[in-house]
Structures are given as C-alpha cells and as structure tokens.
C-alpha cells in the first residue's frame, strides 16, 4: 500500500506560481513512479506530469509543457509540482498518482490515489 498526501493549493492570479507536493508513505513508495492529474469543474481527469522512480525521467502533457516542472525528492519520498504562469484553464482539482510504472500513468490510470487539492487561477 502506499498513501499519498497533496498540498499546496490555493487561489491565484493568471500568470502567478504554486507549488504542490505530494508526500508518500509505504513500504515500496521510493520505488514507484509518480505523477500529477487534473480534473476540472465537469470535465474527466486528465494526465498532467509524471516521473520514473529515479526521477531523472519526466513527461508533461502538451498544455503545461514548458511551464510546470515535476521532480521528485527520493531522500523525503515527496513529489513536487511547480506551476509557473499560471492560467484560469489550468483551474482543477490537483490529484498525486502512484504506479509501478510510468507509462501507466501516462496512459492516465494509476495505482494509488491522493485525495486531490484544489487550484484556482483567477483571470
């Protein structure tokens, strides 16, 4: 089993930063790849980021490309995103996913589930 903890939403301005993270605990968590979703008001939970276990690794979906940065802390187990120019498109629940493998979360299923935080990017 792992468990995944997110953290560090919040309300703010379109073109402003956040960051989230996403602290892991199991047995095996160093091990697994780990990755974000999104799912807006009304719309299905689409894949954001993620990273191999090492974390050397990473995919981005075409939408945050050049602006979001996953990287992982493999030391604390804890998965970061940070989120820079921020749009109001990119309002959503945040959720931290966990799986053996990466390419699972790239195909937009995974394992473990965090509870979600939520992000809001006002115009």
């Known amino acids: 089993q792992v468990q995944l903890v997110e953290s560090g939403g919040g309300l703010v301005q379109a073109g402003g930063s956040l960051r989230l993270s996403c602290a892991a605990s199991?047995?095996?968590?160093?091990?697994?790849?780990m990755g974000w979703f999104r799912q807006a008001p009304g719309q299905e939970r689409e894949f954001v980021a993620a990273?191999?276990?090492?974390?050397?690794?990473?995919y981005y979906s075409d939408s945050v490309k050049g602006r979001f940065t996953i990287s992982k802390d493999n030391a604390e187990t804890t998965l970061y995103l940070q989120m820079n120019s921020l749009k109001p498109e990119d309002t959503g629940v945040y959720y931290c996913?966990?799986?053996?493998?990466?390419?699972?979360?790239?195909?937009?299923?995974?394992?473990?589930w965090g509870q979600g935080t939520q992000v809001t990017v006002s115009p």
């Open positions: 996913a966990a799986d053996g493998r990466e390419q699972t979360l790239r195909n937009g299923r995974s394992e473990y």
């Open positions: 990273t191999d276990w090492t974390g050397r690794n990473t």
């Open positions: 199991g047995r095996t968590s160093r091990t697994y790849a």
